[in-house]
């Protein structure tokens, strides 16, 4: 028998997620799925890994079981932009923390990422609408707590929370159920992109998936293989003028 047989296992041949392993994605229930990120405790992060897997665990996947061992309290330490620095949002680490495992979904995996982040920055989060609150399974009278749903501009937790504080007038300690409705948020939109890729929609195509015209038009003099003059090198698809002003303001 090949070794490869063997690859992911360990010494009793129980399966162990290995760097490279790449598990079986099958359509999910967007809302019943959304509704466990916002049921589940232990930050953003968490909230939408667990949800995923778990759902994953139970599914028709040929993986499921696998999906079954992986310790989602590993994503513990997303919470607030990483253990409250305020950097990347728990959703999108744990976006790409996911797809990162999923095998190839008709060449869109990275599309998923791109239209997840795109979507988080672009946004008014989180979803508000009384369907999907009672989806969740929240109520009407906690809407109260969230206030208004704001644009975070930024993938950023930093952006995404000071936005909303200075339109609620709301301190970071009072983010708790609008954090929560926002995970929910983040995690339906992200089961509706796989289910869409699984069905074999182009995702790559959407404007959606895409960096801003306006982050767009910064890549084509800070590129990531070429530059225009002394300009820096740059990789990364996030809006930019949320913190850079630009050169011709």
């Known amino acids: 028998m090949g070794t490869s047989a063997f690859a992911g296992t360990d010494e009793q041949g129980n399966f162990r997620l290995e760097l490279g392993d790449k598990l079986k994605y099958v359509p999910l229930d967007a809302m019943a799925t959304a509704k466990l ?16 897997i778990t759902m994953l665990a139970k599914s028709s996947s040929a993986d499921a079981a696998k999906f079954a061992t992986i310790p989602t309290a590993l994503a513990g330490y997303g919470w607030a932009g990483i253990v409250g620095q305020g950097t990347v949002c728990g959703n999108n680490n744990a976006t790409g923390m996911l797809v990162n495992i999923l095998d190839d979904i008709n060449g869109q995996n990275n599309a998923v990422i791109g239209a997840t982040f795109r979507y988080y920055e672009n946004t008014v989060l989180p979803l508000s609408s009384d369907e999907f609150v009672a989806g969740i399974g929240s109520t009407a009278e906690k809407s109260a707590l969230v206030g208004k749903s704001t644009v975070a501009n930024s993938i950023l937790c930093h952006s995404s929370i000071s ?5 609620n007038g709301l301190p970071f300690v009072k983010k708790g159920e609008r954090c929560k409705r926002l995970s929910a948020s983040i995690t339906f939109h992200l089961v509706e992109l796989l289910n869409r890729a699984y069905a ?13 015209e306006e982050a767009q038009a910064c890549q084509s003099c800070h590129g990531s293989e070429t530059t225009m003059g002394s300009a820096a090198s740059v990789k990364a698809d996030m809006e930019c003028t949320t913190c850079h002003t630009g050169h011709f303001n």
């Open 163 to 167: 936005n909303w504080s200075k339109a």
């Open 37 to 52: 990120a916002y049921e589940t405790g232990g930050g953003c992060m968490h909230q939408v890994f667990h949800a995923m």
């Open 200 to 212: 074999g929609e182009d995702l790559s195509a959407l404007p959606e998936s895409k960096p801003s």
